[in-house]
């Protein structure tokens, strides 16, 4: 009669201890796990969790791009960048419109930041200018600090 | 001739046009804003005491003197940004400005300053602010004297004392920053020279450099913040006589090391935090005559650090002097004062006979397992750490001081 409880509590014990749901952040104590930055914008982190649940947190959109294109980095199952117009929100970063603006900065100098959908990106750009990104052609480009549009 | 009397006129005229606009409450003029429509070149308005409740106050090229008398107080009502100026030749002295907005997307200041130069901001107190004194592509300028609050609790909502973003020759002096998320933050700013300010109980870090080259600081005091100060991805910085204190806690450091070259670390004092210097990716950093004092860490060094050098530093009753995440050394330690070097000097010459090695053993089994630091002072890890500098394995093997000091070398601060 026991067993079968048994075997469920076991059962979800195993899975919790393997789950790939992210952490939420602790904004102001996590760091970054690219830059070491402590992070704190809730408009600009990432985070991502590899296929066996490791968890990975990113002051910015850009640390997370950067850290991705590194060799030898694990296969992720779920990355999430923070929405830019609602503070706090995660969006799933395949999902996400991103824009590069020099009027709006990111904490590592990408000028990067993430949207919902297009129409909320293409308002941004329309008020701030600057180029719109999918996450595809996002993440193969490197983002680097813009050093030249001043 | 009608050159020369045009130039005349332009002299009369800007001479004959400074003059002093004062605002009070009683008097003609009664806000900050009216004065500043009324101001040409060259004028000073005069603030009396009192209380003004006024935020989005514009200056737009006009290079004029703002002056506050005897502490008036300028109340932004939490509605955004209070003082935004650009130009050239201003000063903003003495006032008192309380209660900037906060956002979460705008970067709200009680005094923001965009593409402006030659200017001063001098001996103003900020409290419950969001940013404080917030520079936007601006150069030659001097802040000094300001004291800057607020009651940063979680970094996310809070902003920081001083930041200076794509700004050059910027001198901040004497300034006291407490409770900000960054105290000063300087980002793709360089030739700064910051001294003599004392950042404390900031959230995040007290001083932070990013991306910024040419800098030095000294003379500062940076207690009991997140990291005391951390320099990213930055060449060419000076650091000398500054006080590193209490930054004591989980990723807590007193200074903060990460992709840095070609800098100095000389005279400065490290005493009671939990990792002293963090070490990553730093190349081509000397540190000499610092002290090291009460430390979880001295010093610990994580990868890619190369080409250092640590010579003349006193490293006092730290737990651990030098802790290393790997057996390759590419650094130099030479001629230090080890608090716990338990060596000899049969010639007496000052130095002892015998190398010492600053890294335990157990600080690589801490690293793995933290919860064996309860075995810190135990008589069996003693023994291990004693088995281990005689024939290192887990250690690096050349990461040798071999002229440790036998007393305490001794530098004027």
Same mark, same amino acid.
């Given at each position: 009669m026991k067993s079968p409880i048994l075997l469920l509590l076991l059962a979800l014990g195993l899975l919790t201890s393997c789950s790939t749901q992210p952490e939420p952040i602790n904004y102001g104590t996590d760091v970054c796990h690219f830059c070491k930055m402590t992070i704190v914008s809730k408009t600009h982190a990432a985070q991502a969790v590899s296929n066996k649940g490791k968890q990975f947190k990113y002051d910015a959109i850009e640390c997370m791009v950067n850290d991705l294109n590194m060799e030898n980095k694990a296969e992720m199952s779920i990355l999430l960048v923070a929405n830019y117009l609602n503070a706090g929100e995660m969006l799933p970063a395949e999902k996400a419109t991103y824009i590069i603006t020099p009027n709006i900065p990111s904490p590592m100098g990408g000028n990067l930041s993430a949207t919902a959908n297009n129409a909320d990106a293409e308002k941004l750009k329309a008020e701030n200018g600057g180029e719109l990104f999918d996450w595809n052609a996002l993440k193969n480009r490197k983002v680097q600090p813009n050093h030249g549009h001043h | 001739m009608k050159l020369h009397l045009g130039i005349i006129l332009f002299f009369i005229s800007s001479f004959a046009h400074a003059k002093t606009i004062e605002v009070c409450i009683t008097c003609e003029v009664k806000t900050l804003k009216e004065g500043i429509n009324l101001a040409e070149d060259g004028d000073t308005i005069l603030i009396k005491k009192g209380i003004y409740k006024e935020h989005d106050v514009h200056i737009i090229n006009k290079a004029i003197h703002i002056k506050g008398e005897d502490n008036p107080v300028i109340d932004g009502e939490n509605k955004g940004t209070v003082i935004s100026i650009r130009g050239e030749n201003f000063t903003i002295e003495g006032l008192t400005i309380i209660n900037v907005g906060r956002s979460y997307t705008k970067d709200f200041a009680a005094i923001l300053v965009s593409e402006?130069? /030659?200017f001063t901001i001098k001996n103003n107190i900020l409290e419950n602010v969001f940013f404080g004194i917030l520079l936007e592509k601006s150069t030659d300028g001097l802040i000094e004297g300001n004291k800057i609050s607020s009651q940063a609790v979680s970094e996310a909502n809070s902003g920081n004392g001083i930041h200076l973003w794509y700004s050059k020759k910027i001198t901040i002096h004497n300034n006291k920053v407490r409770q900000m998320r960054d105290g000063i933050y300087i980002e793709f700013g360089d030739n700064c020279i910051v001294t003599n300010n004392r950042a404390h109980e900031n959230v995040r870090y007290g001083l932070h450099f990013m991306f910024s080259n040419y800098n030095e600081y000294h003379y500062n005091v940076f207690e009991e913040n997140g990291a005391g100060v951390a320099v990213m991805f930055s060449k060419f910085i000076n650091m000398s006589n500054n006080t590193f204190r209490k930054s004591w806690g989980d990723a807590s450091y007193g200074l903060l090391l990460k992709e840095i070259n070609d800098s100095e670390l000389n005279n400065n004092t490290f005493d009671?935090?939990? *990792?002293g210097i963090n070490a990553d990716g730093a190349t081509r950093v000397t540190y000499i005559q610092n002290d090291f004092t009460n /430390?979880?860490?001295a010093i610990k060094v994580h990868g890619a650090c190369y080409n250092n050098t640590f010579k003349e530093n006193n490293f006092l009753? /730290?737990?651990?002097?030098v802790g290393y995440s790997g057996r390759m050394n590419y650094n130099v330690f030479d001629n230090n004062y080890w608090s716990s070097y338990s060596g000899y000097d049969l010639d007496k010459d000052g130095i002892g006979d015998v190398p010492y090695r600053p890294v335990r053993l157990f600080s690589h089994i801490v690293n793995k397992t933290?919860?064996? *630091?309860? @075995? @810190?002072?135990s008589l069996f890890i003693d023994m291990v750490d004693f088995s281990e500098r005689v024939s290192p394995i887990f250690t690096p093997a050349e990461l040798i001081d071999e002229n440790p000091r036998m007393r305490r070398i001794l530098w004027s601060k």
């Open positions: - | 402006s130069s /030659n009671q935090n939990t *990792i /430390n979880g860490y009753h /730290n737990a651990f002097d933290p919860e064996s *630091i309860v @075995l @810190l002072r």
